[in-house]
């Protein structure tokens, strides 16, 4: 899998003043590279992630998906790209309250991507047993801290092995411990696994695995 970005231009409008920012991003990601976006807040990182991952769109330039032009998608596509390709994981842990470890992670998986409910928990455990959180599978998200709460959103947004794997700001706020086990985890994942991954990042916990630094 190939994705480029080419000549991205994306504002926001507030109180009619139009706030400019992302200003002409090019790149190109390839798989079993990660892939480092640094800058300080505000400068656009979670924006340009919204972009590549098809949540956002850009006001000008071309997203590209191997040699498919994503504007040339309709909404059907886009979707299938999302489900099937494209894992994300938020700063914000989004786990639901009412659901255990297990069902947090299989839940999405089960109902989309046609697989087996005893399949896809077995495929869990082990992600979870990477992630060293195998012994939380059966406890509620408040029972859990944040780090493993984390990690439990790692393990969710990985369960279908996407070709594209999106971390937004993963280890803000997280103590070494948890910020190691995350670290170790997504540099054996992507280069075992052959997968791409983008992280956004203000600290320097990821400079080390990272292919290739992009600083906005
Ligand atoms: N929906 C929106 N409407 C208006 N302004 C927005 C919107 N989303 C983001 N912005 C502004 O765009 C700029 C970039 O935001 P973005 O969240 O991409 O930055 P960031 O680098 O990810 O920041 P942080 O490290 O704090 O998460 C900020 O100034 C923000 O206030």
Redo the contacts with the bound molecule.
């Keep these: 899998m190939i994705v480029k970005a080419e000549n991205i231009f994306k504002s ?1 409008k ?1 109180n009619k003043i139009t ?1 400019p ?1 992302i200003k002409d991003f090019n790149y190109e990601f390839k798989d079993n590279h990660i892939y480092l976006i640094k ?1 300080f ?7 340009i992630l919204s972009i590549l991952a098809l949540l956002d769109k850009e006001d000008s330039g071309k997203i590209y998906y191997n040699d498919k032009l994503v504007s040339d998608m309709d909404s059907e596509e886009k979707c299938r790209v999302r489900r099937e390709e494209i894992g994300i994981v938020f ?1 914000k842990y989004n786990l639901l309250q009412g659901l255990t470890v297990l069902e947090n992670i299989i839940l999405v998986d089960v109902s989309t991507q046609n697989l087996k409910k005893e399949e896809a928990t077995l495929k869990a455990i082990e992600i979870l047993r990477m992630l060293q959180v195998e012994e939380k599978k059966d406890c509620y998200p408040h029972e859990l801290s944040g780090g493993e709460q984390q990690r439990v959103g790692i393990a969710r947004a990985i369960l279908k092995n996407p070709r594209i794997c999106i971390f937004d ?1 993963p280890v803000s706020n997280l103590d070494d411990k948890n910020i190691d086990i995350i670290v170790k985890f997504i540099n054996n994942y992507c280069h075992q696994k052959d997968r791409m991954a983008i992280i ?1 990042s ?1 600290s320097e916990h990821f400079d080390e695995i990272a292919d290739n630094i992009i600083n ?1």
């Design positions: 926001y507030k706030l920012v800058g807040s505000g400068k656009g990182k979670t924006t700063q700001e956004s203000h906005l």
